[in-house]
């Protein structure tokens, strides 16, 4: 039986058996169906759609009170991602995460952040930090 829509001459049983048993390269992609289809892209930004969703009110230009911003060796901050300045955007594993800035690197700041046992260094712009709210209710 063969697929209108394949361009081999392999049966679905073929097909499926040759899947199973990883002879043929060329069927690797193909679905119990017997249809061409390539794999998933795992790019960068790969399920971000929420992660990185502005509120309603938040859309738009940002004021311009965090060009402003300023930090110092020392500060913690918490990494929250702006979706609208790509510009040294960490990774998105990153988002929430709270952590201390070591030094800074032209525009950018190094925040060491623990993962586990590991001690990680995030490069990020002043777009994406800010002061760490627990820090802030306990000077207040």
């Known amino acids: 039986m063969k697929n209108k829509y394949s361009t081999f001459s392999k049966t679905k049983n073929e097909k499926i058996k040759s899947y199973s048993e990883g002879f043929c ?4 992609y193909y679905t119990i ?5 390539m ?8 399920g971000t759609r929420r992660l990185f969703k502005k509120h309603t009110r938040k859309k738009g230009l940002r004021p311009p009170d965090y060009l402003l911003r300023d930090f110092n060796e020392g500060d913690i901050v918490d990494i929250i991602i702006d979706s609208g300045e790509h510009k040294g955007m960490p990774h998105r594993r990153y988002h929430g995460k709270t952590g201390e800035i070591t030094k800074k690197q032209g525009k950018a700041y190094i925040v060491s952040i623990k993962q586990g046992r590991a001690i990680k260094k995030i490069i990020a712009n002043r777009e994406h930090l800010r002061l ?3 820090v802030i ?4």
């Open 25 to 28: 390269t060329l069927t690797r």
């Open 33 to 37: 169906i017997g249809e061409l289809s």
């Open 39 to 46: 794999r998933k892209s795992r790019g960068y930004r790969h």
């Open 132 to 134: 760490s709210r627990s």
């Open 137 to 140: 209710q306990q000077s207040n």
